[in-house]
């Protein structure tokens, strides 16, 4: 299985609730690999909602928090 952004955020949840760890710990990689300005918003929302990944939650607030300018211009 190749995780991507087509499927990671159907992928994440259904692993979580069918506790495949390594599965749910493989997607919170790609999400913080693939985590920019552009999309921290949509991250915090995914992430914020669904409950998902508490340390990706905390990258996502370091990176608002750090580019907040940027990420309102973006």
Do not use: W
């Not at 190749?2 to 979580?16: D, G, H, K, M, Y």
Request: proline share 1%.
């Amino acid at each position: 299985m190749t995780i991507c952004e087509e499927n990671v955020q159907e992928l994440l949840p259904a692993a979580r609730m069918l506790q495949l760890d390594y599965v749910v710990d493989q997607c919170g990689v790609f999400l913080e690999q693939h985590l920019s300005i552009s999309n921290c918003l949509g991250f915090y929302l995914f992430a914020g909602e669904k409950d998902i990944i508490s340390i990706l939650f905390k990258k996502v607030l370091n990176t608002l928090a750090n580019n907040d300018a940027r990420v309102i211009v973006n």
